[in-house]
């Protein structure tokens, strides 16, 4: 049989991975995939020097790859919104099979690409686009087809995880190490995307998406980073036996789903506790399976290639089915997908970690517990240290039971409203992942 012939748009890290996986274990993925998978073009405004591309035809045009009559399969690796969808938009409309690893595109334009693709009959796959390396999309769209998926909570942006990482055990600075992941090629052409969540946040709609059976909705995630966290609430965290992760977290509940990123405290003896340095993982709880973790490198050259690949076999492998019978976009049926809403983040619940500098003063914990008792906030825990030297004051740290974040939120202000407590209340979110 004849190979199928596909074209890569982007050379940088994941283009080249891509291209040397397809040419080093060509005969390993024809034996798999049934045929031979032949790149026919490249579009790339420069070469790559990890990357030997031969004879292969290079084009400047992404577009030349769209419209070349001999391509099936378009690669759209060049990252962004907006010139990566209407690369993808021409290739669907040319009738060509699309396998991406833009999370961005996905998870903004995903919608409209999805119902393009379906009018044309195509397939548009995007493995790659969360976790890297790590198969989880189809874990969750095939492996757990059976369940009825309650929640998930995922690392999903090596660079934050290597910076927090770096933070815990070696007391780096956040800059720093921030510098070092730009300079090994895991962070986003514009790094504040990992450090305020905002490429977790397009990862866990797209992993919402395929686990609720629910629109993508990017617009609705909340969103908050980890910019702001000291080394003083890492090493409470330590002391309460938990550690802070800069979590996607998306939950089933009776009145919608949550949607949110941010740093959050999980006991230290979880194994998703356990996960660091770059590496990814994510857990999901399904009815029937109960929880399953998965974790690997969720960035890098090969490793995100790896998962580009297994797309390309995938789409390569049901190339001749009727388009009805192609595994949906999103995991159901798109006329089964529900309405249920995404919860506004202060109707999410969760624990809370607050911690409040105050006064050395007889009477001040009695006026916090007071505060938190007329809300109906239960404490789990409470820590308080010794005045520290510099200001005076008295680090009083706590941990709450689960509550609404409107509760919270009134609480904080109360607290915040104290003679005794000076400056801002710091809350960090507590999930006990079990
Ligand atoms: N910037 C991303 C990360 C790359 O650090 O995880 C992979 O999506």
């Not at 202000?413 to 407590?421: C, K, N, Q």
């Amino acid at each position: 049989m004849k190979p199928v012939k596909v074209g890569i748009c982007g050379l940088g890290t994941v283009g080249g991975g891509t291209f040397n996986v397809l040419k080093r274990n060509a005969e390993e993925i024809a034996r798999r995939a049934g045929r031979g998978i032949e790149v026919a073009q490249i579009a790339a405004r420069r070469p790559n020097p990890k990357c030997e591309t031969g004879a292969t035809p290079i084009t400047a045009d992404i577009f030349e790859v769209a419209n070349n009559p001999e391509i099936d399969i378009v690669i759209e690796l060049i990252g962004g919104y907006t010139l990566a969808r209407e690369l993808v938009l021409k290739a669907i409309e040319n009738g060509k099979h699309v396998v991406t690893a833009n999370k961005a595109l996905i998870a903004v334009h995903g919608n409209e690409i999805f119902a393009k693709a379906r009018e044309k009959g195509v397939m548009v796959a995007f493995e790659a686009a969360v976790a890297g390396g790590i198969p989880v999309i189809k874990a969750i769209r095939e492996g757990l087809a059976a369940n009825r998926i309650n929640w998930l909570a995922g690392i999903i942006n090596g660079t934050g995880n290597f910076i927090l990482t770096e933070m815990r055990e070696k007391g780096r600075a956040f800059e720093d190490v921030l510098k070092e992941a730009q300079a090994l090629g895991y962070a986003e052409a514009d790094p504040t995307f990992d450090v305020e969540g905002i490429d977790a946040a397009h990862k866990l709609t797209i992993l919402a998406s395929i686990a609720f059976g629910i629109p993508l909705q990017f617009d609705k995630a909340y969103t908050e980073g980890i910019s702001k966290l000291t080394s003083a609430d890492v090493n409470y965290a330590e002391a309460l036996g938990y550690r802070i992760k800069h979590l996607g977290v998306a939950r089933r509940t009776d009145s919608g789903f949550e949607l949110r990123v941010h740093p959050t405290l999980i006991p230290a003896d979880r194994l998703i506790a356990n996960v660091n340095g770059v590496m990814n993982a994510v857990m999901v709880n399904g009815d029937a399976a109960g929880s399953t973790l998965y974790y690997g490198a969720g960035a890098g050259m090969e490793a995100t290639a790896s998962a580009v690949v297994a797309d390309v076999v995938d789409v390569v492998r049901a190339l001749t089915t009727d388009p009805e019978n192609h595994v949906p976009h999103l995991a159901f049926q798109p006329d089964s997908l529900s309405d249920h809403p995404i919860l506004p983040i202060e109707s999410c619940e969760s624990a809370y970690y607050l911690r409040i500098q105050a006064k050395d003063h007889p009477g001040v914990l009695a006026q916090v517990a007071t505060i938190l008792s007329e809300r109906g906030i239960n404490i789990e825990s409470i820590m308080q240290k010794e005045v520290e030297e510099q200001d005076g004051l008295v680090p009083m740290i706590l941990v709450t039971h689960r509550v609404v974040e409107a509760r919270v939120n009134d609480a904080i202000a109360a607290l915040e409203a104290l003679e005794d407590v000076v400056g801002s209340v710091v809350r960090i979110r507590v999930e006990q992942l079990n």
